[in-house]
């Protein structure tokens, strides 16, 4: 079944705890992108990947990073996390950037105390 | 400001009615999604519209993309639960590469 998977599906954690929220796809797809959402805002990108090895920053990357060592694989870390990042995330991957469509994992909800 | 603006943002009706939800922008995009997300899940594509003009029906729901390619919008005709949801426009600008998206149009139907 093509997915993307996300872990954890919930998260509460303190402020400056560093975190990794995982991603993956089974669909060899090119292009992945984290994306948070929060009401009256919809999805904002935070960072994307064309391929392997190749990251960019989205419309809010401040206080996140990436990587993309595989290309099923792109984790999204938060080396000090703030409470204004408690949001829901979402991962999604597509065949590439552009107007393909967007396969979205299940979400993350985090919570920054 | 968001590139591409939704209205209604909250739309509650009673099963049986009809609503549309609008996707607005003052740029030209090359295509544009609607996609649902519903409760506890990340959206999931319903349709691409392309060509201006164009209209796609997917069962009750009908899709309009508009003659210059700015909007689009939304149809359900006698709507039922089961489309409850958030409705998510989407689209790449003729002038950018990454898909933008809208901020979206909750919708809730009442038995």
């Known amino acids: 079944e093509a997915q993307v998977t996300q872990n954890p599906r919930y998260l509460i954690t303190v402020t400056g705890k560093k975190l990794t929220v995982t991603c993956s796809q089974n669909?060899?797809?090119?292009?992945m992108s984290w994306y948070r959402q929060d009401p009256g805002l919809g999805l904002r990108q935070i960072y994307y990947?064309?391929?392997?090895?190749?990251?960019d920053k989205g419309d809010v990357p401040e206080g996140y990073k990436v990587s993309r060592k595989e290309k099923r694989n792109f984790p999204l870390i938060l080396e000090s996390p703030s409470p204004n990042q408690t949001s829901l995330y979402f991962c999604a991957s597509s065949l590439s950037m552009g107007n393909y469509e967007q396969y979205f994992g299940p979400g993350t909800r985090l919570t920054v105390t | 400001t968001q590139l591409l603006e939704q209205s209604p943002q909250f739309l509650s009706i009673q099963e049986g009615e009809n609503l549309t939800v609008y996707c607005n922008s003052s740029?030209?995009?090359?295509?544009l999604q609607w996609y649902r997300q519903e409760p506890g899940e990340g959206p999931v594509l319903l349709v691409t519209v392309v060509t201006g003009g164009e209209v796609k029906k997917l069962k009750r729901l009908t899709f309009q993309f508009g003659d210059a390619r700015k909007d689009s919008s939304l149809h359900i005709t006698a709507a039922q639960p089961g489309d409850t949801g958030l409705y998510l426009c989407?689209?790449?600008?003729?002038?950018?590469?990454?898909?933008?998206f809208g901020a979206g149009t909750q919708v809730v139907v009442t038995p």
């Open positions: 669909m060899n797809h090119e292009y």
């Open positions: 740029s030209v995009f090359s295509s």
């Open positions: 989407a689209g790449v600008p003729d002038s950018w590469g990454k898909l933008q």
């Open positions: 990947s064309m391929n392997v090895e190749v990251t």
